[in-house]
């Protein structure tokens, strides 16, 4: 069955510094990658999602992600953070059933 | 604009009342699932559907919950006899897939129902 770990349950930058979320998964075969984000009081938003061929996704608001398979990982970067990106970050993993999993989550705060 | 809809969007009940929470589907879509999130557990998978039939619904405590698609446009989530630790946030979401084919796997979510149980 898969799974997914985001090692940091809160993250805190400054306004303009570059963000890195990290995420794990584990799975048996190639895996469906995602990362969605989360709003207070919102449903959940696709920022971007991994299937095959290029390992560097590009998403939407400027985010991208990169798989790396030897090292099981999927981490989320953003070059530059606005005020508008704190929120919580979920990645979650999917197999060829289309059952996607999420992790824990990762609460963004931006330092004005 | 095409969304995931459910309703109620909040719910406050009693112990040991019934709830039910109803989600619908963006058309087309054939495949829903509902989530529940919760602080401790976060996003939890308690049951998806493709073609109105469940694949798994192994993370949904059989005793009191059930869930189910009556038709397309509708699916279901059933609590009886409710309990204060049902209390949470329980996303639907949508989707249309193909078994892990043409890279499909994607969920569209609703924006919850916040059950409280007191």
């Known amino acids: 069955a898969q799974s997914v770990t985001q090692p940091d349950i809160h993250i805190t930058v400054s306004e303009g510094a570059s963000l890195e979320l990290r995420c794990n998964y584990s799975?048996?075969?190639?895996?469906?990658l995602f990362w969605y984000v989360q709003s207070p009081g919102q449903g959940l938003q696709l920022l971007l999602k991994?299937?095959?061929?290029?390992?560097l996704v590009q998403g939407i608001k400027g985010f991208e992600a990169e798989f790396k398979r030897s090292q099981s990982s999927f981490n989320l970067r953003k070059p530059s953070v606005h005020w508008s990106d704190a929120a919580e970050y979920f990645c979650a993993v999917a197999g060829r059933d289309d059952k996607i999993i999420f992790g824990k989550g990762t609460r963004l705060h931006i330092l004005p | 604009d095409a969304r995931v809809t459910q309703t109620p969007r909040h719910k406050v009940t009693e112990m040991g009342q019934e709830v039910t929470m109803r989600c619908q589907p963006i058309?087309?879509?054939?495949?829903v699932f509902w989530y529940r999130q919760t602080m401790m557990q976060g996003l939890e998978l308690l049951a998806y559907?493709?073609?109105?039939?469940?694949?798994?619904d192994s993370g949904m405590p059989k005793d009191r919950f059930s869930a189910e698609m009556p038709d397309a446009t509708l699916a279901t989530l059933k609590i009886q006899p409710s309990e204060p630790r049902d209390s949470a946030v329980y996303f639907c979401a949508s989707g249309f897939m193909l078994g892990g084919q043409g890279g499909n796997t994607e969920a569209f979510f609703g924006q919850g129902t916040r059950l409280t149980v007191v």
């Open positions: 559907f493709r073609n109105r039939a469940p694949l798994d």
């Open positions: 058309l087309g879509h054939n495949t």
């Open positions: 799975y048996g075969a190639t895996p469906y």
């Open positions: 991994y299937f095959s061929g290029d390992t």
